[in-house]
Protein backbone atom coordinates (compact mmCIF):
# COMPACT_ATOMS: atom_id res chain seq x y z
CA UNK A 1 0.00 0.00 0.00
CA UNK A 2 1.07 3.37 -0.81
CA UNK A 3 2.25 5.59 2.28
CA UNK A 4 -0.77 8.26 2.71
CA UNK A 5 1.44 11.54 1.95
CA UNK A 6 -1.67 12.99 0.71
CA UNK A 7 -3.90 12.64 3.72
CA UNK A 8 -5.96 16.17 4.12
CA UNK A 9 -5.31 17.54 1.25
CA UNK A 10 -7.87 18.06 -1.47
CA UNK A 11 -6.83 17.20 -4.94
CA UNK A 12 -8.78 18.15 -8.14
CA UNK A 13 -8.19 16.07 -11.13
CA UNK A 14 -9.93 16.85 -14.82
CA UNK A 15 -9.82 13.89 -17.27
CA UNK A 16 -11.14 13.29 -20.55
CA UNK A 17 -11.57 15.37 -23.65
CA UNK A 18 -14.53 18.25 -23.89
CA UNK A 19 -16.75 18.38 -26.69
CA UNK A 20 -17.91 21.20 -28.55
CA UNK A 21 -21.29 21.38 -30.04
CA UNK A 22 -22.02 22.36 -33.09
CA UNK A 23 -25.72 21.76 -33.63
CA UNK A 24 -27.99 18.55 -31.56
CA UNK A 25 -25.62 15.47 -33.36
CA UNK A 26 -22.56 17.04 -33.68
CA UNK A 27 -19.46 18.36 -32.06
CA UNK A 28 -15.81 19.04 -32.21
CA UNK A 29 -13.82 16.79 -29.76
CA UNK A 30 -10.74 14.91 -29.22
CA UNK A 31 -9.07 11.57 -28.75
CA UNK A 32 -8.77 11.82 -25.25
CA UNK A 33 -10.20 8.74 -23.12
CA UNK A 34 -9.64 9.85 -19.80
CA UNK A 35 -7.48 6.83 -18.77
CA UNK A 36 -4.05 9.05 -17.53
CA UNK A 37 -6.42 11.40 -15.61
CA UNK A 38 -8.42 8.36 -13.99
CA UNK A 39 -4.99 6.63 -12.96
CA UNK A 40 -3.99 10.16 -11.18
CA UNK A 41 -7.67 9.82 -9.16
CA UNK A 42 -6.97 6.25 -8.20
CA UNK A 43 -3.26 7.06 -6.62
CA UNK A 44 -4.29 10.15 -5.32
CA UNK A 45 -7.29 7.72 -3.44
CA UNK A 46 -4.49 5.13 -2.53
CA UNK A 47 -2.39 8.17 -0.87
CA UNK A 48 -4.78 9.23 0.86
CA UNK A 49 -6.31 12.34 -0.22
CA UNK A 50 -9.47 13.59 -0.87
CA UNK A 51 -10.16 13.76 -4.95
CA UNK A 52 -12.86 15.38 -7.17
CA UNK A 53 -12.64 14.22 -10.47
CA UNK A 54 -14.46 16.23 -13.34
CA UNK A 55 -14.79 14.13 -16.17
CA UNK A 56 -15.47 15.14 -19.57
CA UNK A 57 -16.59 12.09 -21.89
CA UNK A 58 -14.99 9.60 -20.76
CA UNK A 59 -17.64 7.00 -20.24
CA UNK A 60 -15.19 5.30 -17.79
CA UNK A 61 -16.47 3.60 -14.25
CA UNK A 62 -16.29 6.12 -11.22
CA UNK A 63 -13.13 5.56 -9.47
CA UNK A 64 -13.76 4.10 -5.70
CA UNK A 65 -13.31 6.75 -3.35
CA UNK A 66 -13.00 10.11 -5.55
CA UNK A 67 -15.71 12.39 -5.89
CA UNK A 68 -16.77 12.54 -9.55
CA UNK A 69 -18.16 15.83 -11.35
CA UNK A 70 -19.12 15.84 -14.41
CA UNK A 71 -18.77 17.93 -17.40
CA UNK A 72 -19.46 18.00 -21.07
CA UNK A 73 -17.78 21.52 -22.98
CA UNK A 74 -14.80 23.40 -21.78
CA UNK A 75 -17.30 25.88 -20.54
CA UNK A 76 -18.55 23.52 -17.89
CA UNK A 77 -15.16 21.94 -17.08
CA UNK A 78 -14.06 25.74 -16.48
CA UNK A 79 -16.76 26.22 -13.93
CA UNK A 80 -16.75 22.68 -12.56
CA UNK A 81 -12.40 22.62 -12.17
CA UNK A 82 -12.81 26.80 -10.28
CA UNK A 83 -15.36 25.70 -8.57
CA UNK A 84 -13.79 22.36 -6.88
CA UNK A 85 -10.48 24.79 -6.93
CA UNK A 86 -11.56 26.80 -4.49
CA UNK A 87 -10.55 25.10 -1.36
CA UNK A 88 -8.09 22.24 -3.35
CA UNK A 89 -4.29 22.11 -2.29
CA UNK A 90 -3.49 20.82 -5.63
CA UNK A 91 -5.56 20.81 -9.18
CA UNK A 92 -3.92 18.41 -11.79
CA UNK A 93 -5.14 19.41 -15.40
CA UNK A 94 -5.10 16.48 -17.59
CA UNK A 95 -8.04 16.80 -19.47
CA UNK A 96 -7.62 17.46 -22.97
CA UNK A 97 -9.61 20.70 -23.23
CA UNK A 98 -10.74 22.09 -26.54
CA UNK A 99 -8.88 25.46 -27.52
CA UNK A 100 -11.77 26.57 -29.67
CA UNK A 101 -15.13 26.18 -30.14
CA UNK A 102 -17.98 26.39 -32.49
CA UNK A 103 -18.94 30.55 -32.55
CA UNK A 104 -22.86 29.16 -33.16
CA UNK A 105 -24.45 26.33 -32.16
CA UNK A 106 -27.23 25.56 -34.45
CA UNK A 107 -30.32 24.25 -32.23
CA UNK A 108 -31.52 22.03 -35.43
CA UNK A 109 -29.20 19.76 -36.88
CA UNK A 110 -27.39 21.44 -39.77
CA UNK A 111 -28.51 20.31 -43.83
CA UNK A 112 -26.66 19.35 -46.67
CA UNK A 113 -27.80 21.56 -49.54
CA UNK A 114 -27.81 20.25 -53.15
CA UNK A 115 -25.36 22.15 -55.40
CA UNK A 116 -24.30 24.29 -52.53
CA UNK A 117 -20.56 24.49 -51.44
CA UNK A 118 -20.15 23.24 -47.02
CA UNK A 119 -20.27 26.29 -45.20
CA UNK A 120 -17.41 27.15 -43.32
CA UNK A 121 -17.09 26.61 -39.30
CA UNK A 122 -16.06 29.90 -37.65
CA UNK A 123 -14.49 29.22 -34.62
CA UNK A 124 -14.18 30.97 -31.26
CA UNK A 125 -11.87 30.88 -28.52
CA UNK A 126 -12.56 29.00 -24.97
CA UNK A 127 -10.62 29.98 -22.12
CA UNK A 128 -7.78 29.01 -20.65
CA UNK A 129 -8.32 27.27 -17.68
CA UNK A 130 -4.97 25.96 -16.37
CA UNK A 131 -3.57 29.45 -17.29
CA UNK A 132 -6.52 30.60 -15.16
CA UNK A 133 -6.27 28.38 -11.73
CA UNK A 134 -2.32 28.77 -12.22
CA UNK A 135 -2.79 33.11 -11.70
CA UNK A 136 -5.74 33.08 -9.07
CA UNK A 137 -3.85 30.40 -6.80
CA UNK A 138 -7.49 29.98 -4.71
CA UNK A 139 -5.55 28.77 -1.48
CA UNK A 140 -2.11 29.75 -0.32
CA UNK A 141 0.56 27.38 -1.75
CA UNK A 142 -1.91 25.58 -3.81
CA UNK A 143 0.05 23.47 -6.47
CA UNK A 144 -0.83 23.44 -10.18
CA UNK A 145 0.12 20.64 -12.53
CA UNK A 146 -0.34 20.64 -16.24
CA UNK A 147 -0.52 18.12 -19.35
CA UNK A 148 1.17 19.43 -22.54
CA UNK A 149 -0.02 16.67 -25.58
CA UNK A 150 3.10 17.26 -28.13
CA UNK A 151 3.38 15.71 -31.77
CA UNK A 152 6.65 17.71 -32.53
CA UNK A 153 9.63 19.10 -30.92
CA UNK A 154 8.22 17.83 -27.71
CA UNK A 155 10.25 18.97 -25.00
CA UNK A 156 10.79 22.58 -26.77
CA UNK A 157 7.17 23.03 -26.83
CA UNK A 158 6.55 22.07 -23.27
CA UNK A 159 9.26 24.39 -21.76
CA UNK A 160 7.55 27.14 -23.38
CA UNK A 161 4.07 25.80 -22.11
CA UNK A 162 5.34 26.02 -19.01
CA UNK A 163 6.46 29.28 -18.89
CA UNK A 164 3.14 30.74 -20.80
CA UNK A 165 1.17 28.69 -18.70
CA UNK A 166 2.01 29.48 -14.91
CA UNK A 167 1.65 26.17 -13.28
CA UNK A 168 4.00 24.67 -10.91
CA UNK A 169 4.97 21.40 -12.92
CA UNK A 170 4.00 20.32 -16.37
CA UNK A 171 3.54 16.79 -17.54
CA UNK A 172 4.83 16.57 -21.22
CA UNK A 173 3.52 13.92 -23.31
CA UNK A 174 4.00 13.07 -27.31
CA UNK A 175 0.44 11.98 -28.41
CA UNK A 176 -0.71 10.51 -32.26
CA UNK A 177 -3.55 8.98 -33.55
CA UNK A 178 -2.23 5.83 -32.03
CA UNK A 179 0.12 7.36 -28.96
CA UNK A 180 -1.13 7.68 -25.93
CA UNK A 181 -4.76 8.61 -26.05
CA UNK A 182 -6.39 5.63 -25.06
CA UNK A 183 -3.40 3.05 -24.58
CA UNK A 184 -2.92 1.72 -20.58
CA UNK A 185 1.08 3.19 -20.88
CA UNK A 186 2.58 6.91 -21.29
CA UNK A 187 5.81 7.88 -20.57
CA UNK A 188 6.36 11.70 -20.54
CA UNK A 189 8.99 14.29 -19.23
CA UNK A 190 7.74 16.29 -15.98
CA UNK A 191 8.95 19.63 -16.04
CA UNK A 192 8.90 22.04 -12.74
CA UNK A 193 8.95 25.82 -12.74
CA UNK A 194 12.13 25.38 -11.02
CA UNK A 195 13.81 23.75 -13.68
CA UNK A 196 13.89 20.51 -12.78
CA UNK A 197 13.11 17.64 -15.79
CA UNK A 198 12.04 14.17 -14.36
CA UNK A 199 12.25 11.42 -17.27
CA UNK A 200 9.36 8.95 -16.73
CA UNK A 201 10.14 5.85 -18.42
CA UNK A 202 7.36 4.03 -20.61
CA UNK A 203 4.94 1.93 -18.30
CA UNK A 204 1.82 2.15 -16.80
CA UNK A 205 -0.14 4.72 -16.47
CA UNK A 206 -0.18 4.66 -12.87
CA UNK A 207 3.38 4.74 -12.50
CA UNK A 208 3.46 7.81 -14.74
CA UNK A 209 0.63 9.41 -11.85
CA UNK A 210 2.48 8.10 -8.55
CA UNK A 211 5.71 10.33 -10.27
CA UNK A 212 3.33 13.38 -10.74
CA UNK A 213 2.51 12.88 -6.71
CA UNK A 214 5.81 12.36 -5.65
CA UNK A 215 6.70 15.63 -7.29
CA UNK A 216 3.52 17.30 -5.78
CA UNK A 217 4.07 16.01 -2.15
CA UNK A 218 7.67 17.10 -2.41
CA UNK A 219 6.38 20.39 -2.98
CA UNK A 220 3.36 20.89 -0.58
CA UNK A 221 5.93 20.82 1.87
O1 LIG B 1 -6.96 10.49 -21.73
P1 LIG B 1 -5.92 9.52 -22.25
O2 LIG B 1 -6.42 8.73 -23.44
O3 LIG B 1 -5.37 8.65 -21.15
O4 LIG B 1 -4.69 10.39 -22.81
C1 LIG B 1 -3.96 11.20 -21.90
C2 LIG B 1 -3.72 12.62 -22.45
C3 LIG B 1 -2.80 12.56 -23.66
C4 LIG B 1 -5.05 13.29 -22.81
C5 LIG B 1 -3.04 13.40 -21.26
O5 LIG B 1 -1.88 12.74 -20.86
C6 LIG B 1 -2.73 14.86 -21.67
O6 LIG B 1 -1.70 15.17 -22.25
N1 LIG B 1 -3.67 15.78 -21.33
C7 LIG B 1 -3.62 17.18 -21.72
C8 LIG B 1 -4.14 17.32 -23.13
C9 LIG B 1 -4.11 18.76 -23.61
O7 LIG B 1 -5.14 19.38 -23.76
O8 LIG B 1 -2.91 19.28 -23.82
P2 LIG B 1 -2.61 20.75 -24.38
O9 LIG B 1 -1.15 20.75 -24.63
O10 LIG B 1 -3.55 21.09 -25.50
O11 LIG B 1 -2.97 21.70 -23.16
C10 LIG B 1 -2.01 22.07 -22.18
C11 LIG B 1 -2.64 22.15 -20.81
O12 LIG B 1 -3.59 23.23 -20.76
C12 LIG B 1 -3.42 20.92 -20.34
O13 LIG B 1 -3.18 20.74 -18.96
C13 LIG B 1 -4.87 21.29 -20.60
O14 LIG B 1 -5.74 20.64 -19.68
C14 LIG B 1 -4.85 22.78 -20.37
N2 LIG B 1 -5.84 23.57 -21.14
C15 LIG B 1 -5.81 23.59 -22.50
C16 LIG B 1 -6.69 24.39 -23.21
C17 LIG B 1 -7.63 25.15 -22.49
N3 LIG B 1 -8.51 25.92 -23.14
N4 LIG B 1 -7.66 25.11 -21.16
C18 LIG B 1 -6.78 24.35 -20.46
O15 LIG B 1 -6.80 24.33 -19.23
Known amino acids: TAAPDLAGRHVVISA???????????????????????????????????????????????????????????????????????????????????????AEYATGKIKKKDGQEPAPIALVRNPDILAEVSAERATPGQIVVGFAAETDDVLANGRQKLRRKGCDLLVVNEVGERKTFGSEENEAVVLGADGTETPVPYGPKEALADTVWDLVAARLG
Not at 22 to 46: C, E, H, I, M
Not at 61 to 83: F, N, Y
Not at 88 to 98: H, W
Open 16 to 102: GGTREPLDPVRYLGNRSSGKQGYALARTAVARGARVTLVEANTGLPDPSGADVVRAGTATQLREAVLKAARDADVVVMAAAVADFRP
